[in-house]
């Protein structure tokens, strides 16, 4: 016999809020930490990094904008709701990813400790993010968006095509870099592979 299935009791606007900033700030820490030891990233971050790395440019502001055309897809498949948190939670991170550089400076940091650290940190701002039915946008909307309309594990699908990132990206940052990379993936999507499966947790 099992226990039947509690309803999960819906967030309120400012638990929403406090995760969006919470989530925001944990992904923001473990950015730090990336640039710090040069590790590349996944995801549509780590298409803004690659970016950043080859242009020079702001990398806030290449993150912010490479999201602008996965909101249709949001609004279209996750609901107005969904969008405007991840849209928030995008812009947070913009501010945050150039903001903390200015509040914590790190002289040295070991490239795998910064890659397995940053990772856990990232993948539990994303829990978090996720939790409260937002994300970073990208392909991470696209990953949540399988998971909720085919039954795909998100953090699966994350790992697939971070994958496919990094492969590129070792041709632009060399081999140890791209090395560092996929742990850093493995790590973040360990956490969300884990802790993040449906019908498993309440308040999904």
């Known amino acids: 016999m099992t226990a039947p299935a509690l309803p999960s009791a819906p967030h309120h606007p400012y638990e929403d809020v406090l995760a969006v900033l919470i989530g925001s700030t944990l992904v923001a820490v473990g950015v730090l930490f990336f640039r710090a030891a040069d590790v590349p990233m996944g995801g549509t971050v780590g298409v803004a990094y690659l970016a950043h790395y080859a242009s020079g440019l702001n990398f806030g502001s290449l993150f912010f904008v490479i999201n602008l055309p996965f909101y249709v897809l949001a609004w279209r498949g996750m609901g107005r709701a969904f969008t405007l948190k991840t849209f928030a939670a995008v812009a947070a991170l913009s501010v945050l990813s150039e903001a903390l550089p200015q509040l914590i400076h790190i002289d040295r940091m070991n490239g795998i400790f910064a890659a397995v650290v940053g990772g856990l940190l990232v993948g539990n701002g994303l829990l978090v993010l996720i939790r409260h039915r937002a994300s970073l946008g990208g392909l991470g909307v696209l990953a949540v968006y399988l998971q909720e309309t085919r039954g795909w594990r998100a953090g699966t699908v994350q790992m697939l095509m971070d994958l496919v990132i990094l492969g590129a990206a070792a041709l632009i ?15 973040l999507n360990m956490v969300i592979g884990v802790n993040h499966r449906r019908g498993r947790y309440l308040g999904c």
């Open 173 to 187: 940052i060399g081999l140890h870099a791209a090395a560092l990379s996929v742990l850093a993936s493995a790590a």
